[in-house]
T-cell receptor, first 114, second 113 residues
Framework: AQSVAQPEDQVNVAEGNPLTVKCTYS??????LFWYVQYPNRGLQFLLK??????LVKGSYGFEAEFNKSQTSFHLKKPSALVSDSALYFC????????????FGPGTRLSVLP | EPEVTQTPSHQVTQMGQEVILRCVPI?????FYWYRQILGQKVEFLVS????????KSEIFDDQFSVERPDGSNFTLKIRSTKLEDSAMYFC???????????FGPGTRLTVL
C-alpha cells in the first residue's frame, strides 16, 4: 500500500530565508506526486505536481519541488520565504495508472517569522 | 484554479441524525471525490465518483455513507446516522477528465453533538 511521510510536524524559518518542507513516499508503481497548501479555515490549494519529465517542478507562489526517485522524496522548496507562506502543507501521492484517489501525508506546519 | 464550492460551510447536528453535504459542480469536471480531515489529523480519502457510479472507496466509507449526483445537480455526501467520530472537515474535490490535478473546495465543518 502506498504511503506518504512528512517527517517534520513543524518548520520554522525566518522571512527571506530559503525553506524546505520534506516529503518521502512509498509506492509500488510510478508515483504521481502533489503538494497542496491549506490556509486557516480554507480548503486545500494546489501548488504543484510531478507526473513525469524534469525532476524539478515549479509551481504557484514561487514554490518548487524536486523529485528524487532513488531517495523516494519530493521535497518542497522556496528560495525566499514570506510571512504569508505560513500555512499547513500536505504532500500527496497517487499511484498511476491505478487508483485515482490521493494518499496524503500528515502535513507540515510552516511558520515564517518576520 | 477552478473554484469549488461546498455547502454548508458549517453543520452542527445531533448524534444519530442524517446530514447531507453538497458540492457544486463545474461543467467539465466529471470526477468527484470526498475526503475528510479530523481535527489535527491528516486528510483521508473517502470515495471517488464518476459517471454516476462509485469508482473507489476507502474502508472509512461504510454503509452509513452514500454519494450521489442526481440529474447532474449537486454532488452530495450523505451520512445516514451520524456518530461523534464523524465530526471533521469534509472536502469535496473535482478533476477534469484527462488531467491529474484534483481541485478542492473550502470544506464543510461537521460537528456531531
Amino acid at each position: 500500500a502506498q504511503s506518504v511521510a512528512q517527517p517534520e510536524d513543524q518548520v520554522n524559518v525566518a522571512e527571506g530565508n530559503p525553506l524546505t518542507v520534506k516529503c518521502t513516499y512509498s509506492v509500488s508503481g510510478n508515483p504521481y506526486l502533489f503538494w497542496y497548501v491549506q490556509y486557516p479555515n480554507r480548503g486545500l490549494q494546489f501548488l504543484l505536481k510531478y507526473i513525469t519529465g524534469d525532476n524539478l517542478v515549479k509551481g504557484s507562489y514561487g514554490f518548487e519541488a524536486e523529485f528524487n526517485k532513488s531517495q523516494t522524496s519530493f521535497h518542497l522548496k522556496k528560495p525566499s520565504a514570506l510571512v504569508s507562506d505560513s500555512a499547513l502543507y500536505f504532500c500527496a501521492v497517487r499511484v498511476a495508472p491505478y487508483g485515482q484517489n490521493f494518499v496524503f501525508g500528515p502535513g507540515t506546519r510552516l511558520s515564517v517569522l518576520p | 484554479e477552478p473554484e469549488v464550492t461546498q455547502t454548508p460551510s458549517h453543520q452542527v447536528t445531533q448524534m444519530g441524525q442524517e446530514v447531507i453535504l453538497r458540492c457544486v459542480p463545474i461543467s467539465n469536471h466529471l470526477y468527484f471525490y470526498w475526503y475528510r480531515q479530523i481535527l489535527g489529523q491528516k486528510v483521508e480519502f473517502l470515495v471517488s465518483f464518476y459517471n454516476n457510479e462509485i469508482s473507489e472507496k476507502s474502508e472509512i466509507f461504510d454503509d452509513q455513507f452514500s454519494v450521489e449526483r442526481p440529474d447532474g445537480s449537486n454532488f452530495t455526501l450523505k451520512i445516514r446516522s451520524t456518530k461523534l467520530e464523524d465530526s471533521a472537515m469534509y472536502f469535496c474535490a473535482r478533476r477534469r477528465q484527462g488531467t491529474d490535478t484534483q481541485y478542492f473546495g473550502p470544506g464543510t465543518r461537521l460537528t456531531v453533538l
